[in-house]
């Protein structure tokens, strides 16, 4: 068990221009969320799959970010066409799911920070 | 819709003095509750977690009370060291798959 990875740690990137994140689970969880944390405040809920399918989305995600966990196992997080207020730390984390009605314990990889210039 | 609330940092310790960090939340229903700590460079960690009302979480010398009465869930720990310098994050979760809702985070410093 190597915990949650994520690459790249950062990116640099100039404005209109597309990034794109990857994310490793833990090998065989199954369940992975996506979170945004700006400077000064706590990571925000962006989205979620379990296995392959995406079941929820913030509306903080616009038509601009996409989201993929094909076959259920790491993630991407693309942004198209980035603007300066993207700039952030991007979080993922991933968690097993346990019995019915059973919190999972998420857990987080290091983030990639994103600066958009 | 729900929120929660934590005491603005950073928080600056002696080494052994005894820390709080209050956390007060918003929520229908009943959340669970949960603490996590980041330390420079790393991604966040669990701490402790409370399910329900009157649960204590404990763990590395800290405690949590979930008090639905105060719709509180303070962070105590008796004798900081400096290794527990980091920034503490409160959140609250409404279902078992949980997005989280986080707070803003207490920066806490503990100086020798």
């Known amino acids: 068990d190597t915990g949650v990875s994520q690459n790249p740690r950062h990116k640099i990137t100039k404005r209109g221009q597309n990034v794109t994140f990857r994310c490793d689970p833990i090998?065989?969880?199954?369940?992975l969320y996506w979170y945004r944390q700006t400077l000064g405040q706590g990571p925000e809920f962006l989205t979620y799959?379990?296995?392959?399918?995406?079941?929820?989305k913030s509306r903080l995600l616009s038509d601009r970010f996409s989201a993929e966990r094909p076959k259920g196992s790491f993630s991407t997080l693309e942004i198209q066409r980035t603007e300066q207020g993207d700039s952030a730390m991007y979080l993922c984390?991933?968690?097993?799911?346990?019995?019915?009605?059973?919190?999972?314990?998420?857990?987080f990889g290091p983030g990639t920070r994103l600066t958009v210039l | 819709g729900d929120s929660v609330t934590q005491m603005e940092g950073p928080v600056t310790l002696s080494e052994e003095a005894f820390l709080t960090i209050n956390c007060t939340y918003t929520?229908?229903?009943?959340?669970?509750l949960f603490w996590y700590v980041q330390y420079p460079g790393e991604g966040l960690q669990l701490l402790l977690k409370?399910?329900?009302?009157?649960d204590k979480g404990s763990n590395k010398g800290f405690e949590a009370t979930y008090r639905k009465e105060t719709t509180s869930f303070h962070l105590e720990k008796g004798s900081v060291q400096v290794s527990d310098s980091a920034v503490y994050f409160c959140?609250?979760?409404?279902?078992?798959?949980?997005?989280?809702?986080f707070g803003a985070g207490t920066q806490v410093v503990v100086t020798p």
């Open positions: 409370a399910t329900k009302a009157d």
């Open positions: 799959f379990q296995n392959e399918a995406q079941l929820e």
């Open positions: 959140a609250l979760m409404q279902n078992s798959w949980g997005k989280f809702q």
């Open positions: 929520a229908t229903g009943y959340p669970s």
């Open positions: 984390a991933s968690s097993l799911a346990s019995r019915r009605g059973a919190t999972d314990t998420q857990y």
């Open positions: 090998s065989e969880h199954n369940r």
